[in-house]
């Protein structure tokens, strides 16, 4: 079957109605559709810029950073909860390259929280190539709340908890 010819059908089904053996799918095969957004509450548009290619011409590893920053500070607007008092640090950060992009491009990256933690978040992102049309990378972030100071892990109230609940457009983790 093309990848990018999945119908909403296929979507739908558990994980192990699409893969028979009862395997559990790789990250790639995961994001590997047309549809790799449609389970990501926030998309944000970043357009590659050329001066932030490597000598390859590949857009350089670093920069996958700044863009999930972008997206993640973005997402937290959305819920109100940036640049009104939050103080939050960047305790982890990953990333998978799964192709090289060039420039020009646009990446759609995908932002959502994976798991919502007494006082840490951890976000799940995809990097969607519109030249390519496929999933170019995937990352995840653990960020934690701090108290204003920035000293202490400060719990999230609930209303944060409620905001975050209320925003996503997928089941997540929270403990």
Not at 70 to 87: H, M, Q, T
Not at 89 to 115: N, W
Request: hydrophobic share 35%; charged share 20%.
């Amino acid at each position: 079957m093309n990848q990018s010819m999945i119908t909403k059908q296929t979507i739908d089904q558990s994980p192990a109605d699409q893969n028979p053996s009862n395997q559990q799918p790789t990250k790639q095969q995961a994001y590997d559709d047309s549809h790799a957004l449609a389970g990501f509450a926030c998309v944000y548009q970043q357009n590659v810029v050329w001066g932030e290619l490597d000598a390859f011409n590949h857009l350089n590893n670093v920069v996958y950073y700044r863009y999930a920053e972008s997206a993640r500070i973005d997402y937290l607007c959305k819920l109100g909860l940036f640049g009104s008092g939050e103080v939050m640090v960047l305790a982890q950060s990953s990333c998978t390259y799964l192709r090289p992009v060039h420039f020009p491009d646009c990446l759609q990256i995908g932002v959502r929280c994976k798991k919502l933690g007494t006082t840490s978040m951890v976000f799940e992102y995809c990097f969607y190539s519109e030249q390519q049309q496929a999933v170019v990378a995937t990352a995840e972030v653990v960020v934690v709340s701090l108290d204003e100071s920035g000293t202490r892990k400060q719990p999230w109230t609930q209303e944060q908890r409620q905001r975050v609940q209320d925003f996503e457009i997928h089941n997540f983790e929270i403990s």
